[in-house]
């Protein structure tokens, strides 16, 4: 292997080390970062390939790690439909159609997921709106994730804004970002942008985050999880303006 390679090699693995440990503390982030930083080293399509294996992994683990599964897809179906059919039909922009703008796109989702972490900025979701509401935002965060590789908006507002207790939030966002990750997979490989050979660049990756996702548990209870949060936000700030500024350099 040649030294840029070996760099090469060296920096993924880092970047899903670090991905797994904001996930280990946070219970959210790993496609995040991983899209935010892989987008600036590869296409979106090549980083939202890779991260597949460790994202399923990681939000499998996270989805049944508590009692309330059955419930919350009893509750959120309608959710996860939309961001299935959104997903799949928007995934032909993150596999090239969209080119230099799908890494736009994914700096804006980035900016936008983090100037709404930075304001502390949250929805109230009356449960009688919930109907109507739910696959409006499934199909719109399908569309996102098809488009950039971001699960988080604006699923991960919505569901904080559900009121959930605090294990059935951590579990609700364990479904979303695995029926994302399923149908990121599907959207891609209709597109031919992702291929069973790819498995083998993405299955590299597990180890990483996993080691990440410990660390990050260990440590979840020893530091402040506010100040985590705003430097956090304040990271992926800087990765989303970046990424949007690549298309105008």
């Given amino acids: ?60 683990w996270q989805l049944f790690a508590g009692p309330s599964v059955r419930a919350l897809l009893g509750r959120l179906w309608p959710m996860m439909a939309g961001i299935v059919g959104g997903t799949i039909a ?21 900016t936008l997921y983090a100037g709404a972490g930075l304001t502390a900025w949250r929805l109230d979701v009356p449960w009688r709106h919930e109907r109507w509401l739910s696959p409006a935002i499934g ?3 399908g569309v996102i994730t098809g488009g950039t590789g971001v699960f988080v908006v604006p699923a991960v507002p919505y569901l904080q804004g559900l009121a959930l207790k605090k294990e059935d939030l951590v579990q609700a966002l364990g479904l979303s970002f695995t029926v994302s990750t399923i149908a990121l997979a599907i959207g891609l490989a209709k597109e031919r942008a992702f291929a069973v050979d790819d498995l083998g660049h993405s299955l590299l990756a597990v180890a990483p985050a996993l080691i990440g996702m410990w660390i990050g548990q260990r440590v979840r209870g020893r530091i402040s999880a506010d100040t985590f949060r705003r430097w956090f936000f304040v990271c992926l700030l800087g990765l989303g303006i970046q990424l949007m500024a690549r298309a105008f350099v």
């Fill in 1 to 60: 292997m040649s030294s840029s390679l070996a760099m090469h090699a060296g920096l993924v693995a880092a970047t899903f080390v670090v991905a797994g440990f904001v996930k280990g503390v946070t219970g959210m982030g790993l496609p995040t970062v991983a899209m935010g930083v892989l987008g600036t080293l590869m296409l979106p399509a090549h980083a939202a390939a890779m991260l597949l294996l460790p994202s399923f992994v990681t939000n499998l």
């Fill in 90 to 110: 928007a995934a032909s922009f993150i596999a090239g159609g969209g080119g230099e703008w799908a890494v736009v796109g994914l700096g804006a989702a980035l």
């Fill in 139 to 141: 199909a719109v965060t």
